[in-house]
């Protein structure tokens, strides 16, 4: 082969690094595991442990395409479930009110993140940053130090108003019901940031602002909305953690920021858009699981895990960012 039949040889592979990868870990598992690796049992752990990544990370999604950047996505997740099993747990609210509260505070919550960065102009990672505190610290002091769960006393010492868990709350977080709120945000994603005029506008803010200002698009109030949009997802990821720990667990949504963000930028590489879109994240996330649930089932030690990522994340920001890689 010529040197540019070359060049064609290495742009496919790194445009569908992403792809391949989730190939030969799906071939190398099942040669070393057997059946056990593609049993229904097994795929449906990787499906329900892809589910909470993938919800995030779409929330991150729909953010990073008009060039924004969430780092505290993930504990106003935290600070959301708070609020939700509160409303289920201590004020004994049904379960679709509980939910609707959630959002509606999770949005309002978000408008602060917006006003520090559409308003002060705070890049968003330094902005985001310090709201990681804010959130943790505030969070922390509406439970009173402690987690939320059934028969667990105020921090006032009084009594919830329900002591129990209803079937369709534990449902949640369980499959197929977690799973089918994953494939549902996915899709919704998908729609909008593909096939709506307000999508590519997002694409068009996160490729160069000032060219889309030009354009006549305002890039603020497309901002904002993605801002809402993102808010939304936090919130449905917020209730699926609780639902599936059956719990607000102190910062029970922290550890997913860097399976999400890792989802979005190996999402980002697949098919050498260069851009974050909701098929490339399930994809994402879909090998981060993969290889988790792969080394588990070969007894490597749980510490190894978090390496890992960080691996998966370093691999996909190369092959975002090599240099030299839009004219291979």
Same mark, same amino acid.
């Given at each position: 082969?010529?040197?540019?039949?070359?060049?064609?040889?290495?742009?496919?592979? &790194?445009?569908?690094?992403?792809?391949?990868?989730?190939?030969?870990?799906?071939?190398?598992?099942?040669?070393?595991?057997?059946?056990?690796?593609?049993?229904?049992?097994?795929?449906? *752990?990787?499906?329900?442990?892809?589910?909470?990544?993938?919800?995030?990370?779409?929330?991150?999604?729909?953010?990073?395409?008009?060039?924004?950047?969430? +780092?505290?996505?993930?504990? &106003?997740?935290? =600070?959301?479930?708070?609020?939700?099993?509160?409303?289920?747990?201590?004020?004994?609210?049904?379960?679709?009110?509980?939910?609707?509260?959630?959002?509606?505070?999770?949005?309002?919550?978000?408008?602060?993140?917006?006003?520090?960065?559409?308003? =002060?102009?705070?890049?968003?990672?330094?902005?985001?940053?310090?709201?990681?505190?804010?959130?943790?610290?505030?969070?922390?002091?509406?439970?009173?130090?402690?987690?939320?769960?059934?028969?667990?006393?105020?921090?006032?010492?009084?009594?919830? $108003?329900?002591?129990?868990?209803?079937?369709?709350?534990?449902?949640?977080?369980?499959?197929?019901?977690?799973?089918?709120?994953?494939?549902?945000?996915?899709?919704?994603?998908?729609?909008?940031?593909?096939?709506?005029?307000?999508?590519?506008?997002?694409?068009?803010?996160?490729?160069?602002?000032?060219?889309?200002?030009?354009?006549?698009?305002?890039?603020? $109030?497309? $901002?904002?909305?993605?801002? +809402?949009?993102?808010?939304?997802?936090?919130?449905?990821?917020?209730?699926?953690?609780?639902?599936? *720990?059956?719990?607000?667990?102190?910062?029970?949504?922290? *550890?997913?920021? +860097?399976?999400?963000?890792?989802?979005?930028?190996?999402?980002?590489?697949?098919?050498?858009?260069?851009?974050?879109?909701?098929?490339?994240?399930?994809?994402?996330?879909?090998?981060?699981?993969?290889?988790?649930?792969? &080394?588990?089932?070969?007894?490597?030690?749980?510490?190894?895990?978090?390496?890992?990522?960080?691996?998966?994340?370093?691999?996909?920001?190369?092959?975002?960012?090599?240099?030299? $890689?839009?004219?291979?």
């Amino acid at each position: 082969m010529d040197k540019m039949q070359w060049k064609r040889v290495g742009a496919f592979l &790194l445009d569908w690094s992403a792809v391949i990868a989730i190939m030969i870990s799906i071939i190398f598992f099942t040669a070393i595991m057997g059946l056990s690796f593609f049993s229904s049992a097994n795929l449906t *752990n990787i499906l329900r442990a892809m589910s909470i990544t993938t919800i995030l990370a779409i929330a991150l999604t729909v953010t990073l395409a008009c060039d924004g950047f969430d +780092m505290s996505a993930c504990t &106003l997740a935290s =600070c959301s479930g708070y609020v939700f099993m509160a409303c289920y747990l201590w004020y004994g609210l049904s379960l679709p009110l509980s939910a609707v509260i959630c959002v509606i505070f999770t949005m309002i919550a978000y408008l602060f993140t917006l006003f520090l960065i559409l308003v =002060c102009k705070i890049p968003d990672m330094l902005a985001t940053c310090a709201l990681m505190f804010v959130h943790q610290g505030l969070g922390q002091w509406f439970t009173g130090g402690g987690a939320i769960s059934a028969g667990m006393a105020l921090p006032n010492g009084a009594m919830p $108003r329900r002591t129990f868990f209803e079937a369709g709350f534990v449902a949640i977080g369980q499959a197929p019901y977690i799973i089918l709120i994953m494939f549902a945000s996915v899709i919704f994603a998908h729609i909008f940031l593909q096939h709506t005029k307000q999508g590519a506008f997002l694409y068009a803010i996160g490729s160069n602002k000032t060219a889309a200002a030009l354009s006549g698009i305002h890039v603020g $109030r497309y $901002r904002f909305l993605a801002g +809402m949009i993102t808010a939304v997802f936090i919130a449905v990821g917020a209730m699926v953690v609780c639902s599936r *720990n059956t719990a607000a667990q102190l910062c029970g949504c922290d *550890n997913y920021l +860097m399976s999400a963000l890792a989802a979005v930028f190996v999402g980002k590489s697949v098919g050498g858009k260069e851009k974050p879109t909701a098929l490339g994240t399930v994809l994402g996330a879909g090998l981060i699981v993969i290889l988790e649930n792969g &080394l588990t089932l070969c007894s490597v030690p749980y510490y190894i895990l978090p390496a890992v990522k960080g691996g998966v994340l370093v691999a996909a920001l190369a092959a975002v960012y090599l240099p030299g $890689r839009r004219k291979l």
